[in-house]
């Protein structure tokens, strides 16, 4: 597996390779979950958002004893919304920002349509 790490905000992020393909693992700072059912099944919920403003969940990476060590995510090779917002040399004008606004509705949107059903039937 080759990585590279990133620290941004205080969250270690490693690029690695998945089945073939680029991923990031962000570090968890406490690896105290166990992959249990229950979890399993909170995790298959946000699999299924899907949005182009979405950084797609793959899973979780667990050690030896099934603790939660890594969220496994899409590789997204311009940086998250985090990094790009810290760049200093990055110009936030109002086009910018309202089209920020409308893709975070929106997002919000469907994590309320998928998530809230989910949430009320556990």
């Known amino acids: 597996m080759s990585t590279k790490e990133i620290l941004a905000r205080d969250v270690l992020t490693v690029e ?10 962000r570090l968890l700072d406490k690896p105290n979950h ?3 059912p229950m979890l399993r099944t909170v995790f298959d919920t946000i699999k299924r958002l899907q ?3 979405l950084q797609i969940f793959i ?6 004893e099934q ?5 496994v995510g899409e590789f997204c ?3 998250t919304l985090m990094q790009l917002l810290e760049r200093t040399s990055f110009n936030l004008d109002w086009e910018f920002k309202s089209s ?8 919000h949107g469907q994590i309320t349509d998928i998530c809230l059903p989910a ?3 556990v």
């Open 59 to 64: 899973g979780i990476a667990v050690d030896d």
């Open 34 to 36: 166990r992959a249990t």
């Open 100 to 107: 920020l606004l409308k893709d975070i509705a929106s997002v």
């Open 16 to 25: 690695a390779i998945y089945q073939g393909n680029a991923v990031d693992l």
């Open 77 to 79: 090779s311009k940086g």
């Open 51 to 53: 949005h182009p403003n």
């Open 119 to 121: 949430c009320l039937s």
């Open 67 to 71: 603790l939660c060590k890594y969220v």
